[in-house]
């Protein structure tokens, strides 16, 4: 099966969708056009060869504070107010598509876009809201941590995730 993942549309359909997640459905489906017209999120969706919403992330920018971070970091930083994040904010995959590797598909598109804008405005980090426990493993697997007061929100240096790609 071919997947494509493109910015949200119109013709994408969205009261199908169900992440098994309700409230994160709920905000795909009521709400993530709003905060795209609102310029709040981007929002981009992976479609299969029949044009099914099968996932979902959305993007916006974010600061960090320096007291968020671990000491190890933040100690290496300059003493600014605010340092430049990317937040995946929401990311999803439909029940039906569990297992196919679409949310490590998303996961990859999301960092690929951050690090292209990245070019053009600076990114330390990439930012995560982990849903819960197991939704945070899953981005630990891929090299995220978590910060030390919240253990749902987590990080990636924008470097790594650079560095890691060249890699690939």
């Known amino acids: 099966m071919r997947y494509a993942i493109?910015?949200?549309?119109?013709?994408?359909?969205r009261s199908e969708f169900n992440s098994g997640q309700p409230?994160?459905?709920?905000?795909?489906?009521?709400?993530?056009?709003?905060?795209?017209?609102?310029?709040?999120?981007?929002?981009?969706?992976?479609?299969?060869?029949?044009?099914?919403?099968i996932g979902f992330y959305s993007l916006s920018s974010f600061t960090l504070a320096l007291a968020d971070l671990p000491a190890e970091l933040s100690s290496k930083l300059p003493r600014y107010d605010a340092i430049p994040a990317?937040?995946?904010g929401r990311l999803a995959r439909d029940i039906r598509v569990r297992g196919q590797?679409?949310?490590?598909?998303?996961?990859?598109?999301?960092?690929?876009?951050i690090l292209g804008?990245?070019?053009?405005?600076?990114?330390?980090?990439?930012i995560v809201d982990a849903k819960d426990?197991?939704?945070?493993?899953?981005y630990e697997t891929f090299g995220f941590h978590a910060f030390p007061a919240t253990p749902?929100?987590?990080?990636?240096?924008?470097s790594s995730a650079a560095a890691a790609l060249q890699k690939a």
């Open 23 to 53: 409230d994160i459905d709920a905000w795909f489906r009521q709400r993530a056009s709003q905060d795209e017209r609102r310029n709040i999120a981007r929002v981009f969706v992976a479609t299969d060869d029949t044009n099914e919403v």
């Open 101 to 113: 590797g679409i949310g490590e598909l998303l996961l990859a598109d999301a960092i690929h876009r």
């Open 6 to 13: 493109a910015p949200l549309d119109k013709q994408h359909q």
């Open 133 to 138: 426990a197991p939704a945070a493993a899953f």
């Open 152 to 158: 749902h929100r987590l990080f990636l240096l924008a």
């Open 117 to 126: 804008a990245a070019r053009s405005l600076a990114v330390f980090a990439i």
């Open 86 to 88: 990317a937040l995946i």
